[in-house]
């Protein structure tokens, strides 16, 4: 029986009350950003590529920065110092990220999910980096959940064409057939990943397939599965496959990667794939959700 999430946080505030006689838990929200950057790499409450850092966004919201312009490979430390300083020991997070955000949790988890990390003190230095807390080493990293704003692990066709541009490294990666070769997308550690998917799409966003928030369509930004994209839509639409809420395999039968879940489809067309410098478009709906069981 799937429980839910709702259920869950009420579970880990019991449980957590229970183990403060052992250890002080704390629990974070972490925001990963995607394709531009903006915010100060190592300063976690730079949250420039967001909005207004007064802006609620889950328990102890802090900002996982790095330059949006580089590759995956090149960039990811940064994540993977920021999930040392605060899922290790007796600290869990929460995690939200936002269009390449996707594509690197995704590959930070397939990649180094299992490895053996110290445990930290959850005091970052200017670097972005803690230091060892004593209490020796763990497998992977503490993490509850994955909220995907506009999710481009599976890509987006504005790089295959070069509507972006070719110079900057990052848009090799975000090719469609690069970014599904990239990791094994079903290796999420058993963390749950729930996608939020826009569909305000415009004349120029023709090339994506499907339904689409500007940048990203149903394909990726559902967590569908395969080596390529398809075309995916609202079930309002008659002329492509349904994007399935839940888990369940869409409609013509293609899968979603394993513990992805679309939690929010927009059937009314009206979420776009921008912040807007305000916390904007499917990030919004990402945002509320952290805010409600980000706890």
């Known amino acids: 029986m799937k429980i839910g999430r709702r259920a869950l946080v009420a579970f880990a505030a019991v449980c957590a009350i229970g183990f403060s006689v052992v250890a ?6 972490l925001w ?4 531009t950057g903006g915010g100060q790499i190592g300063n976690y409450n730079d949250f420039t590529y967001w909005g207004p850092s007064s802006t609620a966004a889950g328990v102890n919201k802090k900002a996982v920065n790095w330059d949006g312009y580089n590759r995956i490979s090149n960039q990811n430390v940064y994540v993977r110092n920021a999930l040392d300083c605060y899922c290790t020991g007796s600290n869990w997070c929460y995690i939200a990220t936002h269009s390449a955000g996707n594509l690197m949790l995704g590959y930070t988890l397939s990649m180094y999910g299992g490895s053996t990390r110290t445990i930290t003190n959850a005091s970052p230095a200017s670097n972005g980096t803690c230091s060892a807390s004593g209490a020796g080493t763990q497998t992977g990293w503490n993490i509850k959940w994955v909220n995907n704003a506009g999710g481009a692990a599976g890509g987006s066709e504005l790089a295959d064409s070069g509507d972006w541009l070719l110079s900057e490294p990052l848009v090799s990666d975000l090719k469609t057939s690069t970014a599904r070769a990239m990791y094994d997308h079903n290796n999420t550690r058993g963390k749950m990943f729930y996608m939020f998917a826009g569909a305000k799409g415009t004349l120029y966003s023709g090339l994506l397939p499907g339904q689409d928030d500007e940048a990203i369509a149903y394909h990726s930004s559902g967590g569908v599965s395969g080596s ?8 309002s639409d008659w002329f492509c496959n349904d994007l399935t809420l839940g888990t369940a395999a869409n409609e013509g039968g293609r899968a979603k990667w394993s513990n992805h ?31 409600t069981y980000a706890q």
């Open 24 to 29: 002080q838990t704390t629990n974070y929200s």
């Open 261 to 291: 879940s679309v939690s929010f489809r927009d059937n009314s067309e009206a979420w776009n794939h921008y912040a807007n410098g305000n916390w904007a478009g499917i990030i919004s709906r990402a945002r509320l959700d952290m805010v």
């Open 32 to 35: 990963i950003n995607g394709r």
């Open 228 to 235: 390529s994209g398809g075309s995916y839509c609202n079930a």
